[in-house]
């Protein structure tokens, strides 16, 4: 298991960017670099939903609530991956994960949470008006 640790969230008001990151210890670093990486947010009372993948070949796949707005990236100098977010909105408020998978995730299938083996414990983003 692979142990994921998020941070960089936090509040701004609309319109303004965060960049959470995801950080991948060094012991793991093969498996960071052959993995599917994925951002998934949860609001409350609100499934959780999945919001960018950076896929094993380096593709890159957004839900439409954030394309265009936000952007996934991987640094394999510090085994991260990250989210920059522009243009937030209230409605981006939520609990941000990052998830991995040993897996090719084709299509949609991306955007389901139970495709993934390891999650970290989520960093918070409010956006307020």
């Known amino acids: 298991q692979v142990r994921l640790v998020e941070s960089g969230g936090g509040s701004v008001q609309a319109g303004g960017s965060l960049t959470p990151s995801c950080l991948v210890p060094?012991?793991?670093?093969?498996?960071?670099?052959?993995?599917?990486m994925a951002w998934f947010r949860q609001a409350p009372g609100k499934e959780r939903e999945g919001v960018a993948v950076?896929?094993?070949?380096?593709?890159?796949t957004y839900s439409d609530s954030v394309k265009g707005r936000f952007t996934i990236s991987k640094d394999n100098a510090k085994n991260t991956l990250n989210l920059q977010m522009d243009s937030l909105k209230p409605e981006d408020t939520a609990m941000y994960y990052c998830?991995?998978?040993?897996?090719?995730?084709?299509?949609?299938?991306?955007?389901?949470?139970?495709?993934?083996?390891?999650w970290g414990q989520g960093t918070q983003v409010t956006v307020s008006l």
């Open positions: 998830a991995l998978t040993r897996l090719s995730l084709l299509g949609d299938i991306w955007s389901a949470p139970e495709r993934y083996n390891d």
């Open positions: 060094e012991t793991s670093r093969y498996v960071f670099s052959v993995s599917t």
């Open positions: 950076f896929g094993r070949d380096g593709s890159r």
